[in-house]
């Protein structure tokens, strides 16, 4: 029950990080003055 | 640090989910949802502390929402530019609130003057490109987004005036900051605060490395 919990909510964060870093790249700039490196896998 | 603790919690998500989304990808997201929090929350609270947290927020929105679509240089490193983020937009909210404090015969041409050098500042220099990204529609039309930005924001210093001349000059304010920083003088501004700042980190290092027993 309890690992059925943890596998939902780890696939939930993980498709919702996903979706920061998609949209996250996709601006100009981001909006502070510093930016994390972008991973290659973005770069298409 | 913050990169090193996105990737710890981005390995451990792809341990724990049969979900294929690669690890570097989602400590990317971490990341920028990281920066964006502690940042945040720092500009704020100071800003709620000093007791300027409404001019504070709009030099903010200002700020970023024309950062978005013109671009600009960055800070090297996370704690550079969360110092400099802090101490740039409470400076500017602590600004507002004086100029709006002034007569409106001063303050008044000195709001148009503001908004006329972002637009110039826009029209000549917007989008400030990074060749780290990838082609989106913002880097093709940030010109155009950066106008329509600048201009909305203009429109809404305006309604404002009557009820607030704080906020109007704050918004003002924060256009101006992020439009002088995509001129050739602002980016290389931005690359001498990121060597000074780089500088002081080093000096305080060696100087508690000094004082280690």
Redesign the interface.
């Known amino acids: 029950m309890m690992k059925r919990l943890?596998?939902s909510c780890?696939?939930f964060?993980?498709?919702?990080?996903?979706?920061?870093?998609?949209v996250?790249?996709?601006?100009?700039?981001?909006?502070?003055?510093?930016?994390?490196?972008?991973?290659?896998?973005?770069?298409? | 640090m913050i990169h090193r603790l996105s990737y710890a919690f981005a390995n451990w998500i792809g341990k724990h989910t049969t979900e294929s989304q690669p690890v570097p990808v989602m400590a990317y997201g971490i990341e920028i949802l990281l920066n964006t929090f502690i940042q945040l929350g720092a500009i704020l609270i100071l800003a709620y502390w000093l007791g300027h947290f409404g001019p504070a927020l709009a030099v903010l929105m200002a700020f970023s929402l024309l950062r978005i679509v013109s671009g600009g240089k960055h800070l090297s490193t996370f704690w550079r530019c969360t110092v400099a983020d802090v101490i740039l937009i409470n400076f500017l909210a602590w600004t507002a609130v004086q100029v709006a404090a002034t007569h409106w015969s001063i303050h008044g041409p000195l709001l148009f003057l503001l908004m006329a050098g972002t637009w110039f500042s826009v029209h000549r220099y917007a989008p400030v490109i990074n060749p780290k990204r990838p082609r989106s529609r913002l880097q093709v039309h940030g010109r155009r987004y950066s106008k329509a930005v600048v201009l909305a924001a203009t429109v809404l210093a305006a309604i404002f005036y009557p009820f607030s001349a704080t906020l109007s000059a704050a918004i003002g304010l924060g256009m101006a900051t992020q439009g002088a920083s995509i001129t050739p003088v602002g980016c290389k501004a931005v690359d001498h605060l990121d060597r000074w700042l780089s500088s002081i980190s080093s000096k305080i290092f060696i100087f508690n490395l000094r004082r280690d027993p």
């Open positions: 943890l596998l780890t696939q964060l993980a498709t919702a990080f996903a979706f920061i870093a998609i996250g790249v996709r601006p100009n700039s981001s909006l502070w003055l510093y930016e994390p490196e972008i991973p290659e896998e973005l770069m298409k």
